[in-house]
C-alpha cells in the first residue's frame, strides 16, 4: 500500500511538472511590416519592443524564446504567414487586418500600434499638385495594404474613382525604382518616400499629417485564437511589453533613440525624423483600444465592403479584446498616460 502510494504520488508530480512545463510556449513568433531592404528589423511600437528588449524582459523568468521576422510584402504576406500558421503575433495595418478576419483568419486584436503618416509624391515633371490633379495619372500603391486603404479612401473624398487613374500594385522598393525610371507619376506610400524628396527626385503633393489621425493609416497588433486560448498568460505579457514600449516612446527624450532604432529598418534617418518632426509620439503611439481605434475599424469595414474587397461582415466585439491592454496600463499604472478618445480622436473628459 505504501508502494501505491508512493507511485501515485510520484505520477502526480509528473503530471504537475508537465502542466508547468507547458504553461509557456518554446518560442512566441512575432511578424510585422518591413520596408523591402532585406533588413531583420522593422518600425512602430514592435520594433522599440524588440530593440529595447520590452518583451524579452517580461519572460526573463521562463524558457520562452522570441523570433522577429519583418515582411516586405507588409500585409498580404503578414496574412499568409498566419494562415500558415508561422506566426503568433504580427503587428500590421487594418486594412490587410480586416481582408484577413473576413476570409476566416482566426486572430484577435489586442492592442493599436499607432498611426502612421501616409505620403503622396510625384515626378518633379508631372503637373500633380494635390489628390485631384491624379486624373487619368499612372499611380502606384502596395495593394492590400493599409496604404491601398488611405489611397481609395483620399480618392472618393477628392471625388475621383479608381477608373479616373491607372493603378499600379507595386511593393515599397519597386516603387522607388519605377518613380526613377518615369514608368509611374505618382506614389502613395510611407515615410520612405521622403528620401526622394531630399534627392529631389520627387515633390510631395499630400501628407496626411497635414489633416490629423483620422486620414493617417493605422492598424492593430494581433494574436491567433489558438495562442490565446492557450497561452493568457503569455499573452498578458506580451501586450504588458507592447505598453511598455508605447510608454518609453512618449517620452520626448527618447525621441532621438527611437529614430536611430527604426533606421534599423533601411528607412533613412532623415525621412523619419520629418514624418515626425512638430508630432508629440505620445499622441502617435496611443495603444488604447477606445472608441476612436474601433471607430477607424468600422469606418474601414464599411469601405471594404462597399469597395467589395471584403464580403463577410466582422464580429467586433469578438474581435477586439481590449482586456489585455486594459490590464497592462493598470499594472504599470498607467491608466491616465493616455486618455481615451471619441470616435473623432478627441480625447474625452475625466
Known amino acids: 500500500m505504501q508502494f501505491i502510494r508512493f507511485a501515485a504520488a510520484a505520477v502526480l508530480a509528473v503530471v504537475s511538472a508537465t502542466a508547468q512545463a507547458q504553461a509557456w510556449p518554446e518560442q512566441i513568433r512575432f511578424g510585422g511590416f518591413g520596408q523591402g531592404f ?11 519592443a524588440q530593440g529595447k528588449g520590452f518583451i524579452a524582459e517580461e519572460f526573463k523568468d521562463t524558457p520562452v524564446k522570441l523570433s522577429f521576422e519583418y515582411f516586405t510584402g507588409t500585409g ?34 489586442v492592442t493599436s500600434y499607432g498611426y502612421t503618416t501616409i505620403f503622396g509624391v510625384a515626378r518633379p515633371d508631372v503637373p ?11 499611380v502606384a500603391v502596395a495593394k492590400g495594404t493599409v496604404l491601398h486603404w488611405a489611397f481609395l479612401k483620399a480618392l472618393e473624398q477628392n ?50 499629417h497635414d489633416i490629423g489621425p483620422k486620414a493617417a493609416g493605422f492598424g492593430a497588433i494581433t494574436v491567433t485564437e489558438s495562442f490565446e ?30 529614430l536611430r532604432i527604426w533606421t534599423r529598418s533601411g528607412v533613412p534617418y532623415e525621412a523619419l525624423r520629418s514624418e515626425y518632426d512638430g508630432v508629440p509620439l505620445k499622441d502617435v503611439f496611443n495603444p488604447r483600444i477606445d472608441d476612436f481605434f474601433v ?22 466585439q469578438q474581435w477586439f479584446q481590449p482586456k489585455y491592454v ?23 473628459e475625466g
Open 38 to 48: 532585406g533588413k531583420p528589423y522593422g518600425l512602430a511600437v514592435l520594433a522599440i
Open 76 to 109: 498580404p504576406a503578414i496574412n499568409e504567414a498566419i494562415a500558415n500558421k508561422r506566426l503568433d503575433f504580427a503587428q500590421y495595418g487594418a486594412l490587410p487586418n480586416i481582408v484577413g478576419k473576413a476570409a476566416g483568419l482566426p486572430t484577435r486584436i
Open 128 to 138: 500633380v499638385k494635390s489628390f485631384k490633379d491624379l486624373k487619368g495619372k499612372r
Open 159 to 208: 471625388g475621383l474613382t479608381l477608373k479616373d487613374v491607372t493603378l499600379l500594385d507595386l511593393s515599397t522598393a519597386d516603387q522607388l525604382a519605377a518613380l526613377t525610371a518615369g514608368s509611374v507619376d505618382a506614389v502613395i506610400g510611407s515615410s520612405v518616400l521622403l528620401s526622394l524628396r531630399d534627392k529631389g527626385l520627387v515633390k510631395v503633393f499630400y501628407s496626411s
Open 229 to 258: 486560448q492557450q497561452y493568457p498568460e503569455a499573452t498578458q505579457r506580451v501586450v504588458r511589453g507592447l505598453v511598455r514600449a508605447a510608454a518609453w516612446l512618449s517620452a520626448e527624450q527618447n525621441r532621438e533613440e527611437a
Open 295 to 316: 471607430s477607424q475599424y468600422r469606418d474601414a469595414i464599411a469601405f471594404s465592403k462597399d469597395q467589395k474587397l471584403i464580403r463577410a461582415g466582422i464580429d467586433l
Open 326 to 348: 486594459n490590464q497592462a496600463l493598470q499594472q504599470l499604472k498607467l491608466e491616465q498616460a493616455w486618455p481615451r478618445r471619441d470616435a473623432n480622436g478627441k480625447p474625452l
